[in-house]
């Protein structure tokens, strides 16, 4: 999912429940044996998968084909929080939830903390690490090791620039965030209406991604009650007064993203670079069709120069769900799913969805793709390259949809109005710190 949308509906979280007696540790259940395995994928059954990616019943048609005996009702809750919202209501009324879901990995903590997703270790999760790239694998996993889910399909950060715009006004492809800014100054000044990038007011995905290649660690849940919140530290306030400054300077624009405007904006070369993911490419593909040929991908600048760091924006998993009927056929639906190296490879070739997988991001069959659009340059293989780059530890909250709201009510805000960034940062951290501990959290920083 492209967006962090906040939600309307306020997660409860059962604390209680959580806290195991005042136990952090998780008990691991026993694993299941490969005799318990094969009969459970040899009996009759029906699993239900609730998923937004488009035609995605080809890829659960060959896992069908491999198990015969498993039935799988693929449905379309909703993309993103409307199926959250749908999955809530479910377990809270004890009936009607799947078997297995797609979930992004910001909302791993929020549901693994209500224990609404299943731990997959006793079911062969743990052979499955090795085959994932390193940084997806700590987004699934627990404090105390528990997996929580298979990656599916990512969004590494780079930067898409306009090659003709950057020749025309002489700017050379920036190392540094310094030597973007200086980029920024001297594009505006050449024409005013071009802008050497938008940071959307409305978009918390993006602005986590910075954080997180700057190395921000802006949340951290430390048990089942207590969780660290970062979010004006000295890290963080660098990022920030960094945009900040340049969007009140008026060199870099804050326009809202994924809207009418917008979309004009990147036809129009309104913007000569997009700070975007891994999935990127593709959606500019059809989104901008009138610049074809002018793009080209690039690693995004670094802090310190010499760097080589990138934050993530997007992707997701396939999750199973407390209370399945069926945990074995479920969790080897979603091992297979996110495993098998057909279904992983036509994910990335006809869904188009960025790999999770080691093996798919050494594959020169989609590495070594030429699309035209970027000039012929191997844009998949820039971003493979930068997917090795995203570090491991950053952490989610716990309450994300609240995190979110907040940003946009202050930081997003600040952007749009072009006031002060840092003392916006200071109320996301008040404001997210008070509904932390007003829902029974122990705060941290």
């Keep these: ?50 998923t937004w ?7 659960v048609d060959m896992f069908t084909a491999k198990y015969p005996a498993i039935k799988v009702k693929v449905v379309n809750a909703g993309q993103g929080e409307p199926q959250y919202t749908k999955l809530r209501t479910a377990l809270k009324a004890g009936t009607g939830a799947p078997d297995a879901v797609q979930i992004e990995f910001q909302y791993i903590p929020t549901f693994s903390l209500t224990k609404s997703l299943v731990d997959l270790r006793p079911y062969g999760a743990e052979a499955q690490k090795d085959k994932f790239v390193d940084w997806t694998w700590s987004q699934v996993s ?15 950060m780079g930067m898409l620039y306009r090659q003709d715009l950057f020749d025309k006004y002489g ?38 991604g910075m954080l997180w290649q700057a190395g921000a660690k802006p949340f951290a849940t ?8 970062n979010l004006n530290d000295e890290v963080a306030k660098k990022v920030g007064d960094y945009w900040g400054g340049l969007i009140k300077e008026g060199v870099v624009s804050a326009d809202p993203d ?30 901008a069709k009138s ?63 960025f790999p999770a997988t080691k093996a798919l ?34 952490q989610w909250p716990p309450f994300l949809d609240q995190a979110v709201n907040d940003w946009d009510e202050t930081v997003g805000k600040s952007f749009a109005d072009k006031s002060d960034t840092g003392a916006a940062l200071d109320q996301w951290q008040q404001r997210v710190s008070d509904y932390a501990k007003n829902q029974g959290f122990k705060v941290g920083q």
């Design 142 to 156: 627990g404090a105390n090791g528990e997996i929580w889910a298979y990656p599916q399909d990512t969004g590494p």
């Design 361 to 394: 991001l050494a594959d020169q069959s989609f590495t070594g793709l030429k699309p035209e659009f970027y000039g012929g340059q191997t844009v998949n293989q820039v971003f493979s390259d930068i997917s090795g780059t995203v570090d491991t530890q950053f």
């Design 53 to 59: 990616v488009p035609d995605i019943q080809k890829e």
């Design 291 to 353: 610049t074809s040929g002018k793009w080209r991908a690039a690693p995004l600048p670094q802090w310190t120069a010499g760097e080589n760091k990138a934050g993530n924006w997007g992707g997701s998993t396939t999750a199973v769900v407390t209370g399945t009927k069926n945990p074995v056929a479920a969790a080897k639906f979603a091992e297979f799913l996110n495993t098998d190296p057909a279904v992983t490879k036509r994910f990335a070739t006809e869904q188009f969805l």
């Design 258 to 287: 994924f809207t009418d405007p917008w979309y004009q904006a990147l036809n129009r070369g309104k913007y000569a670079t997009w700070l975007t993911a891994a999935w990127g490419p593709v959606f500019l593909t059809g989104s």
């Design 222 to 229: 430390t048990g089942p009650e207590s969780v660290t919140v």
């Design 171 to 208: 700017i050379e492809v920036p190392k540094t965030w310094e030597e973007f800014a200086a980029a920024a100054r001297k594009l505006h000044t050449a024409d005013p209406k071009v802008y050497l990038t938008n940071l959307a007011s409305n978009q918390n995905g993006a602005y986590m």
């Design 1 to 50: 999912m492209k967006r962090f949308k906040a939600a309307a509906v306020v997660l409860v979280l059962a604390l209680a429940a959580c806290s195991g007696g005042g136990d952090d540790e998780t008990t691991k259940a026993a694993p299941a044996s490969q005799a318990d395995i094969d009969k459970a994928m040899q009996t009759p059954t029906e699993l239900t998968f609730w």
